[in-house]
């Protein structure tokens, strides 16, 4: 099983849409979680951490679920500048051990 | 802050030839992270350092990959010779460690024919 499982996509998603997506990760030792955000040849940029409580910046909402192992994000009123590729982020240990990401879900919004 | 700076940003060069790859990570960073990445493997982490000191290399792929960091503020990714397998985009990343996730470079887009 790999570490950290994406579904690739693509989303194809209508403007204004609400869209979701999850990460899946197999090291229940996992503690810190981070959504990432990588347009085309382009680096990738941290779209928001994940805590355990859940968080929500703006119209972006991140939730963990530490029993089931994943994590998920909801994008609300989906504007076509959130077209990207979305890569999910675990690190096992304390710092910056085992930072390890998953290979990403494709999101397009279509107006 | 210029950010995490990588150079160049692209490079073309022949099989067997040798390879350099720099990154000047930002001031305060105590972790600095290679990674490459393709479309088949996505992101894969070769090695990172902490305070200047390499603390995991196993992502490396052979010994024709190394990597130094003489100082805090530079560092360099090492390929010879290189292979048309070695194909990729090479982001440096760096972060302090806390729970704020880590900042990549533009990347360099490697070529090997």
């Keep these: 099983r790999k570490e950290v499982e994406q579904d690739p996509g693509p989303f194809n998603v209508p403007e204004g849409a609400t869209v979701a997506f999850n990460c899946t990760y197999s090291n229940s030792a996992s503690q810190s979680f981070f959504w990432y955000r990588q347009d085309c040849r382009k680096e990738p940029k941290l779209l928001m951490s994940v805590y355990s409580s859940g968080n ?12 089931s192992q994943y994590i998920s994000l909801l994008i609300r009123d989906s504007k076509l500048s959130d077209s990207a590729t979305y890569l999910c982020v675990v690190t096992s240990g304390g710092g910056a051990d085992g930072l390890t990401f998953g290979k990403g879900t494709h999101l397009i919004i279509q107006p | 802050d210029a950010g995490v700076i990588q150079s160049p940003r692209h490079e073309v060069t022949e099989m067997g030839q040798e390879v350099t790859l ?42 024709r990959f190394s990597a130094k960091m003489p100082n805090a503020s530079f560092s360099t990714l090492k390929i010879q010779p290189s292979e048309p397998r070695d194909s990729a985009v090479y982001f440096c990343a760096g972060g302090d460690g806390s729970n704020y ?8 887009r490697l070529t090997v024919v």
């Design chain 1, 56 to 67: 929500e910046d703006g119209r972006f909402t991140a939730q963990l679920n530490r029993a």
């Design chain 2, 101 to 108: 996730g880590y900042t990549f470079g533009s990347g360099t």
């Design chain 2, 22 to 63: 720099r990154c000047k990570p930002i001031s305060g960073h105590d972790y600095l992270f290679w990674y490459r990445q393709t479309m088949m493997r996505g992101l894969e982490l070769l090695i990172y350092f902490n305070n200047n000191v390499p603390i995991d290399d196993s992502g490396m792929p052979e010994d």
